[in-house]
T-cell receptor, first 111, second 114 residues
């Protein structure tokens, strides 16, 4: 079970690019890296998932180095509405697996 | 396409009362998870099911907690008797086989035990 470590909190200003890094030193060969976003009073929501290199969608980019022991979620040009808690989750993409979320990173976007 | 549906959204109950939280997963999803979230402990996995069968309930805090999944479209989390320390947001989530680590969460049931 890959344990993840993220910064507890980050502040940013509107329009800036935000990078949140997650460490997962004991990631297994068949593990994927998935990021979730949680707004107050809502359940977490899937943002992006990747295995290696770079993945991009309409919301974010995910950078994964060759050794896969860390990953970086990149949010381009954040707005106030991106203020949320961001969770990094590591686990196999198939099979029975218990998804355990870490403490997450509380991002606050300032005007 | 309806997401994960939970009820009730909010519940206030007195200590000692039985509480039943309900969840309807997304149709076709074969994994169902129950989480509890508090400021102090974060998001905790309580139990999860695969094809209606409980796989791991090691996160269930005490015997006062029980969960069932009688069919693929319905699950309950029951607390009996409830205590003030059970006050939390309880999330239900589901996942489809072959969807990677994409878990879909409901909006949560906000429980307050007084």
């Amino acid at each position: 079970l890959a344990k993840t470590t993220q910064p507890i909190s980050m502040d940013s200003y509107e329009g800036q690019e935000v990078n949140i890094t997650c460490s997962h030193n004991n990631i297994a060969t068949n593990d994927y890296i998935t990021w979730y976003q949680q707004f107050p009073s809502q359940g977490p929501r899937f943002i992006i998932q990747g295995y290696k290199t770079k993945v991009t969608n309409e919301v974010a980019s995910l950078f994964i180095p060759a050794d896969r022991k860390s990953s970086t979620l990149s949010l381009p040009r954040v707005s106030l509405s991106d203020t949320a808690v961001y969770y990094c989750l590591v686990g196999p993409a198939s099979g029975t697996y218990k998804y355990i979320f870490g403490t997450g990173t509380r991002l606050k976007v300032l005007a | 396409d309806a997401g994960v549906i939970q009820s009730p959204r909010h519940e206030v109950t007195e200590m000692g009362q039985e509480v039943t939280l309900r969840c309807k997963p997304i149709s076709g999803h074969d994994y169902l998870f129950w989480y509890r979230q508090t400021m102090m402990r974060g998001l905790e996995l309580l139990i999860y099911f695969n094809n209606n069968v409980p796989i791991d309930d090691s996160g269930m805090p005490e015997d006062r907690f029980s969960a069932k999944m009688p069919n693929a479209s319905f699950s309950t989390l029951k607390i009996q008797p409830s205590e003030p320390r059970d006050s939390a947001v309880y999330f239900c989530a589901s996942r489809a086989k072959g969807s990677g680590n994409t878990i879909y969460f409901g909006e949560g049931s906000w429980l307050t035990v007084v």
